[in-house]
T-cell receptor
Framework: GNSVTQMEGPVTLSEEAFLTINCTYT??????LFWYVQYPGEGLQLLLK?????DKGSNKGFEATYRKETTSFHLEKGSVQVSDSAVYFC??????????FGTGTSLTVIP | DARVTQTPRHKVTEMGQEVTMRCQPI?????VFWYRQTMMQGLELLAY????????DSGMPKDRFSAEMPDATLATLKIQPSEPRDSAVYFC????????????FGPGTRLTVT
């Protein structure tokens, strides 16, 4: 079956610290992988995506590389800002375009 | 900038009342998803439509919930009768037909059942 497991939160970092949020997946076939971000009181927004193995998605300083050998899609950012405080969801999409979301990881960045 | 719209944004109702939530997917998208988000359960898929046909509603309590797409520009989620445990944020999302494309989420309807 299809599923996503992501790092438990909450995560608290100081501004300018390095961020890693781990995500691993189980899937049949060749899924596409996504990171979504949810700011307080809002819906989920796409942060980045990768559609095939070894692709790197990037946006707003965030990066994630689709690693088929380790079935992972870890989210990284070199220097976080207070404005990055949000909940981050890893997701995969497989045949039929149904999405499978992780449980979300809450990030708080303190000045 | 195309967006998914949802109405109402907030709804407070009493237990036993009917609640209807509406969603307008992005024009040209043929998949529509309803999710429910709570602190305890996280994000749960309730129902999934493609080309207006329901493909998966296994996540939805059948006795009180119903989801429909009367036309390509409107999706509805109804709860009758509502219960306090239905209090949550309900999101609609839409997506294009191709695999590999992202879902676009609406802003959500925050439902409180007292």
């Amino acid at each position: 079956g299809n599923s996503v497991t992501q790092m438990e939160g909450p995560v608290t970092l100081s501004e300018e610290a390095f961020l890693t949020i781990n995500c691993t997946y189980t899937a049949t076939g060749y899924p596409s992988l996504f990171w979504y971000v949810q700011y307080p009181g809002e819906g989920l927004q796409l942060l980045l995506k990768a559609t095939k193995a070894d692709d790197k998605g990037s946006n707003k300083g965030f990066e994630a590389t689709y690693r088929k050998e380790t079935t992972s899609f870890h989210l990284e950012k070199g220097s976080v800002q207070v404005s990055d405080s949000a909940v981050y969801f890893c997701a995969l999409s497989n045949t039929g375009n149904q999405f499978y979301f992780g449980t979300g990881t809450s990030l708080t960045v303190i000045p | 900038d195309a967006r998914v719209t949802q109405t109402p944004r907030h709804k407070v109702t009493e237990m036993g009342q009917e609640v209807t939530m509406r969603c307008q997917p992005i024009l040209g998208h043929n998949t529509v998803f309803w999710y429910r988000q709570t602190m305890m359960q996280g994000l749960e898929l309730l129902a999934y439509f493609r080309n207006r046909a329901p493909l998966d509603d296994s996540g939805m309590p059948k006795d009180r919930f119903s989801a429909e797409m009367p036309d390509a520009t409107l999706a509805t989620l109804k709860i009758q009768p509502s219960e306090p445990r239905d209090s949550a944020v309900y999101f609609c999302a839409s997506g294009p037909p191709n695999v590999g494309y992202e879902q676009y989420f609406g802003p959500g309807t925050r439902l409180t059942v007292t």
